[in-house]
């Protein structure tokens, strides 16, 4: 069946960096965008970006760019998000959704992973 | 503050109808089509309704969606006590160039 698999849980110092890995089976990993969701304790979601495992090409929003990177490898189907320089309300649950919809028009997401808790204190 | 805007919370009791909105601009509800997603306590969201009134397989039809212009509603008919959970919607925002999110709705079964 389609799912993706996230490593497990991080506790980071404020400052540090934090990697997380969302494993892509059950299709054609360079099909379908990887997407980045988090939630942060108590709140909502909130997108923070995309990678188009085919080409690597990235869309991150304002309130990240510059301290996340998304990356991918194609021969595992696995895609990474790093974050850098992490503050203690970087502290959230980081999701991994595949995007669905023939363009911008009908986007949505369909599976998504069970999320990687980061949590950042000193 | 999201850029869309749901009710924080709606409530029912077994067997009601209860509908919860998500109000948006030209930019992104009225420009394009609405997903919604169900998060149940300690889970991932799971995909509800898809371009405003699409169901997934396995989404059971209680569960439907429509879209007005800049607004779009999610209903719930036949309520249970599963139901309970958060929901969220979604669109593209053209002026944004990115995914937004509604700031969620928690739903209580009475």
């Known amino acids: 069946q389609v799912q993706l698999v996230q490593s497990g849980a991080e506790v980071k110092k404020p400052g540090a960096s934090v990697r997380v890995s969302c494993k892509a089976s059950?299709?054609?990993?360079?099909?379908?965008?990887i997407n980045w969701v988090r939630q942060a304790p108590g709140q909502g979601l909130e997108w923070m970006g995309w990678?188009?495992?085919?080409?690597?090409?990235?869309a991150y929003t304002e309130d990240f760019r510059g301290r996340v990177t998304m990356t991918r490898s194609t021969s595992t189907g696995t895609a990474y998000l790093e974050l850098t320089n992490l503050r203690s309300d970087d502290t959230a649950v980081y999701f991994c959704?595949?995007?669905?919809?023939?363009?911008?028009?009908?986007?949505?997401?369909?599976?998504w992973g069970k999320g990687s808790t980061v949590t950042v204190s000193s | 503050q999201s850029v869309l805007t749901q009710p924080p919370s709606a409530s029912g009791t077994p067997g009601q109808r209860v509908t919860i909105s998500c109000s948006g601009s030209?930019?992104?509800?009225?420009?394009?089509?609405v997903s919604w997603y169900q998060q149940l306590p300690e889970t991932a969201p799971k995909l509800l309704i898809y371009?405003?009134?699409q169901r997934p397989s396995g989404v059971p039809d209680r569960f439907s969606g429509s879209k007005s212009d800049t607004s779009a509603s999610l209903a719930i008919s036949g309520l249970q006590s599963e139901d309970e959970a958060d929901y969220y919607c979604?669109?593209?925002?053209?002026?944004?160039?990115?995914?937004?999110f509604g700031g969620g709705t928690k739903l209580t079964v009475l």
């Open positions: 959704a595949r995007g669905a919809g023939a363009d911008y028009f009908y986007y949505h997401f369909d599976v």
């Open positions: 059950g299709y054609t990993f360079t099909s379908y965008e």
């Open positions: 990678m188009e495992p085919n080409t690597g090409n990235t």
């Open positions: 030209r930019s992104n509800v009225g420009g394009n089509t």
């Open positions: 371009m405003n009134n």
């Open positions: 979604a669109t593209w925002d053209d002026s944004l160039k990115g995914v937004v």
